[in-house]
């Protein structure tokens, strides 16, 4: 294998670059992204940058020590076996590592609609964030919530409006009800149970004719995997590019990783895709091994944090329907956390809000399986490594 080409220059993409270099590939690496920018971090985007405490979030890696040609605001258009075919021309490779991330979903409407997923969409939002503006945030999820912190931070007048009945609700199911208060105190109108049927030039029309008047629409309803530029290239799709446990796709020499690679997880015996930072920092490592003839496997647990409303909120595993225990009463203890417990007594998630030490204890016994007794974990004082 002579040249790999790393299509992506998001986190997964200069971590495929390091690890390439860490196993001694000594061959050319080309890395293309389809922005302008270095590789830079995504998770201060909705925190530090919108906040105003810091404008670049480029990751501390030296591409020039890494001998990388590193080709930004070159986007891939299309893949045949041996050949990526990009905007500036066709770029033959021995090795592809596909890090390709995601895109914001965006709604219907003739009105202006910020999304946030670049450095570029943190900025121009920032720049909108001043008091007095009425900022329409759609979606209590992860981003939602982030974008809606900082607006409050910034004196803006924030309404924001979820179709389901909770926030968080997709990641978190029930627990995610007792963020609800958050809002209520940040002085942030939340409006469960609302659809959006379009987003217009004075803010959002509902699915019931009515109308919530904004100057700024933000729209945080989800992502889809960039893999547009992967149909009929013989790599399978299947929400993202399906992977083995050793992140390989169904071509030959090509793996994926970060948020655009759904793999088979051997601990959860499903396949993943998982948007998170951690995935992205970990994925590359196993995915080079593999490109390289290795044959490791990449079964984490999955972990992610979210700030918002001066909480920090910590998630690590993976839950469906299991046993939810609480941990301390959200409404009165600052400090809570929840944790769902399989049939046979074993972690399947952890959740920590203001307890980093339960999330650090959680996952280390998910990644154990060590059995617990559920009545113990219901007492917050008891360390969830005792129970
Ligand atoms: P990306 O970072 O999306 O990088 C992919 C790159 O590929 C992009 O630069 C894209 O432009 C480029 N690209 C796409 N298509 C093409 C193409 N055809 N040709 C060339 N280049 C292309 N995770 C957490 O765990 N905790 C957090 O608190 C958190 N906060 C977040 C806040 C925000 C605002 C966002 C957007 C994400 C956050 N995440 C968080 C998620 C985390 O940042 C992502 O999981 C991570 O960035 C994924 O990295 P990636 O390299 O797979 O994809």
Redesign the pocket.
Known sequence: MNHVVV?????????SVEALRARGFAGTITL????A?R?Y???????SVLLGETDSTVVDSDLDALEVDFRAG????GLRPGVVE??EGEVAYDGLVI??????VRLRGDGEQHV???ID??LALRERLVAGTRVAVIGAG??GA?VATAAARANCAVTVVEAADLPLSQALGPVGAHTARWYEQAGVELRLGVQVASVDHDGLTLADGSRVRADVVVTGVG?RP????LAGSGVELDNGVVTDEHLRTSLPGVVA?????AWWSRRYGRRLR???????LGAPEVAVAALMGGDAVYDPVP?????QFGHMVQYAGHHDDELLVLRGDPATDPRWGACWVREDGRLAAVLAVNRPRDLLQGRRLIEGGQRLDARRLADPAVALRDC
Do not use: Q
């Open positions: 299509v992506g220059a998001g986190l997964a993409g200069v971590r293309m992204g389809e922005e920018h590789p971090d995504r998770p201060p985007l909705s925190k070159v986007a891939a258009k990009t905007t890090a390709t991330g995601a895109r914001p946030l997923r670049t969409d943190a992860w981003i982030e992502v960039a893999v547009e530029w990783v970060g948020d655009c690679a998982v948007e998170h930072w951690d995935t992205a972990y992610f944090w979210s700030e």
